[in-house]
């Protein structure tokens, strides 16, 4: 089933929530090259299991791909966990899929 697709920004980040409104929330974190749409096929399988998924672009990827911002530490920590405070807000059981050094930057933003 082909899922709804919400762009959004927060932030001033580009964002996609996919699925129909839940409580429970995927936040997926892509990889070095990667960018918000490619969560799609993941997007799919768990939304038709009563989940969303929020994607984003992390700087120099994406929409982002010229932004002034760095793909680096100390630029994409805060911004994940400024994003973590939004969902926090808005879902009540969240998880996290991350991919490569997304993964990392997870680690690094999230550890707590």
């Known amino acids: 089933m ?5 762009e959004l920004e927060i932030n001033e980040i580009p964002a996609v929530l996919w699925g129909v409104p839940s409580r429970k929330l995927y936040f997926y974190v892509h990889g070095q090259g990667g960018c918000k749409e490619e969560v799609a096929v993941f997007a799919d399988v768990v939304c038709n299991l009563g989940w969303q998924v929020l994607s984003v672009d992390l700087p120099k990827h994406g929409q982002r791909i010229n932004g002034t911002v760095e793909f680096e530490p100390w630029s994409v920590v805060p911004e994940l966990s400024g994003i973590m405070d939004f969902v926090k807000d808005r879902w009540k059981h ?15 933003s999230f550890g707590n």
Do not use: H, V
């Open 2 to 6: 082909k899922q709804i697709k919400k």
């Open 94 to 108: 969240i998880s996290l899929y991350a991919s490569s050094i997304g993964a990392w930057f997870s680690m690094l």
